[in-house]
């Protein structure tokens, strides 16, 4: 039996590649003469960096950057021949042929995961790491940078990115204002400067097709999550609005580009590199399943098992473990579900989707359990759940 393993993060517990791993194991033990293959999966958000490393057989290069808060934090990036990179990946993000790619996370500088639930402010917290990290690829002499969005614990635009890489920005007395954030926009009376030359094309790879602003957008959507209180709700969109004008007027580009989707993708990163680098967006689940292969290591496997922290409607409306478990079913593959919690709505769309008996779907949690308990648990649960389906 061939069973391809194609987990996403559980968040707080496993990441999607110890998640395989721990399945693989629990299969070899239950199951010895099974085939497994590992394809830990992302969409931009954790994990999409090392993932896509390894895939092209790559390099990670470490080093010191800001946090969202502008502690000091230990991030990476990737570093892959674009000749490792498979040509149907390549070209959905229409990349060269040859040289080499950068590939940034922002989570790695700027996530939520770096910041305790008391520390979380979105509006004191600045992609001014993440700017470094594209800066620090770009010295490396990188043709392109990939860059994944998600799991932010900003929503400053990317104005602290681009500040990183080299825009300045002033208040009314011309005195600068340094790691910028949503607090200090109302103080910026002034923009200055241009990206460095050298920052290369910029691709930039999301699930999210969130505008920048709105009932969908940046703020309504996502910075609640990040620690906005709902009281600020309105000073807050008001606050993005006015400084994404600014920014568009700075780089004369239409102010429509707020409208479009996947603008308000990390706290509305995706708008402001889109505006000041020309960046292209690409849907994050799609160049994975290319850059893994997704689609022909399905066809070969006899059994498809995936999940994540948590699987609800979320998870079929675009996220990876959903995309996966709707590709296997397109390939009459036998599908298993397992994640911490399923979502029982969830659950019923699937079903409905497939034959009789092709799906199963499972939930390692418990009925009251506190989280903390739960995360530890996840990888004793998960490997026992792999063995009892076997």
Same mark, same amino acid.
């Given at each position: 039996?061939r069973v391809?393993?194609?987990?996403?993060?559980?968040?707080?517990?496993?990441?999607?590649a110890?998640a395989?791993?721990?399945?693989?194991?629990?299969?070899?033990?239950?199951?010895?003469?099974a085939?497994?293959d590992?394809?830990?999966?992302?969409?931009?958000?954790?994990?999409?960096?090392?993932?896509?490393?390894?895939?092209?057989k790559?390099?990670?290069?470490?080093h010191?950057?800001?946090?969202?808060?502008?502690?000091?934090?230990?991030a990476?990036y990737?570093?892959?021949?674009?000749?490792?990179?498979?040509k149907?990946?390549r070209?959905l993000?229409d990349?060269?042929d040859?040289?080499?790619?950068a590939?940034?996370?922002?989570?790695?500088?700027?996530?939520?995961?770096?910041?305790e639930?008391?520390?979380r402010?979105?509006?004191?917290?600045?992609?001014?790491?993440?700017?470094?990290?594209?800066?620090?690829?770009?010295?490396?002499?990188?043709r392109?940078?990939?860059?994944?969005?998600?799991?932010?614990?900003t929503?400053?635009?990317?104005?602290g990115a681009l500040?990183?890489?080299?825009?300045?920005?002033?208040d009314?007395?011309?005195?600068?204002?340094h790691?910028i954030?949503?607090?200090?926009f109302?103080?910026?009376?002034?923009i200055?400067?241009e990206?460095w030359p050298?920052?290369p094309d910029?691709?930039?790879?999301?699930?999210?097709r969130?505008t920048?602003?709105?009932?969908?957008?940046?703020t309504?959507?996502?910075?609640?999550?990040?620690g906005l209180v709902?009281e600020?709700?309105?000073?807050?969109e008001?606050?993005?609005?006015?400084?994404?004008?600014?920014?568009?007027?700075?780089?004369?580009?239409?102010?429509?580009i707020?409208?479009?989707p996947?603008? #308000?993708?990390?706290? =509305? %990163?995706?708008?402001? &590199?889109?505006?000041?680098?020309?960046a /292209? *967006? $690409?849907?994050?689940?799609?160049?994975?399943?290319?850059?893994?292969q997704?689609?022909?290591r399905v066809?070969?496997?006899?059994?498809i098992?995936?999940g994540?922290?948590?699987?609800?409607?979320?998870?079929l409306? #675009?996220?990876a473990? =959903? %995309?996966?478990?709707? &590709?296997?079913l397109k390939?009459?593959? /036998? *599908? $298993?579900v397992?994640?911490?919690?399923v979502?029982?709505?969830?659950?019923?769309?699937?079903?409905?989707?497939a034959?009789?008996?092709?799906v199963?779907?499972?939930?390692l949690s418990?009925?009251g359990?506190?989280?903390?308990?739960?995360?530890?648990?996840?990888?004793?649960?998960l490997?026992?759940?792999i063995?009892a389906?076997f």
């Amino acid at each position: 039996m061939r069973v391809l393993l194609a987990f996403d993060k559980f968040k707080h517990a496993l990441s999607a590649a110890a998640a395989c791993h721990a399945a693989a194991a629990a299969i070899r033990e239950a199951f010895p003469s099974a085939h497994t293959d590992e394809a830990p999966l992302a969409d931009g958000g954790e994990g999409f960096c090392e993932i896509l490393t390894h895939a092209a057989k790559g390099k990670l290069h470490k080093h010191k950057v800001s946090g969202p808060r502008g502690q000091p934090v230990e991030a990476h990036y990737g570093e892959v021949d674009l000749a490792h990179v498979p040509k149907a990946a390549r070209d959905l993000a229409d990349l060269p042929d040859h040289g080499k790619l950068a590939i940034v996370e922002l989570s790695q500088a700027s996530g939520l995961q770096l910041l305790e639930p008391v520390d979380r402010d979105p509006w004191h917290a600045t992609t001014y790491g993440t700017g470094e990290l594209l800066g620090l690829a770009a010295n490396h002499h990188a043709r392109a940078i990939l860059l994944g969005l998600g799991g932010a614990a900003t929503n400053d635009l990317g104005m602290g990115a681009l500040e990183a890489i080299g825009l300045e920005f002033r208040d009314a007395n011309g005195a600068p204002l340094h790691k910028i954030s949503p607090a200090k926009f109302a103080d910026l009376a002034r923009i200055t400067g241009e990206p460095w030359p050298h920052i290369p094309d910029l691709r930039i790879a999301c699930d999210v097709r969130n505008t920048l602003l709105g009932p969908n957008g940046a703020t309504a959507m996502y910075a609640p999550q990040k620690g906005l209180v709902p009281e600020d709700y309105t000073k807050m969109e008001k606050t993005l609005g006015a400084m994404a004008k600014k920014l568009c007027s700075h780089f004369d580009q239409p102010k429509t580009i707020m409208m479009e989707p996947g603008t #308000g993708a990390s706290g =509305g %990163t995706g708008f402001g &590199l889109k505006v000041a680098c020309a960046a /292209k *967006l $690409v849907l994050g689940f799609d160049l994975i399943s290319a850059w893994l292969q997704l689609d022909e290591r399905v066809r070969n496997a006899d059994l498809i098992i995936t999940g994540e922290g948590r699987f609800d409607r979320g998870s079929l409306s #675009g996220k990876a473990a =959903g %995309t996966l478990a709707e &590709l296997a079913l397109k390939h009459h593959k /036998k *599908l $298993v579900v397992i994640a911490g919690q399923v979502d029982e709505v969830a659950a019923t769309a699937l079903r409905a989707r497939a034959p009789a008996g092709k799906v199963a779907l499972y939930s390692l949690s418990t009925a009251g359990e506190d989280h903390e308990s739960s995360h530890r648990a996840t990888a004793h649960r998960l490997a026992a759940k792999i063995k009892a389906v076997f």
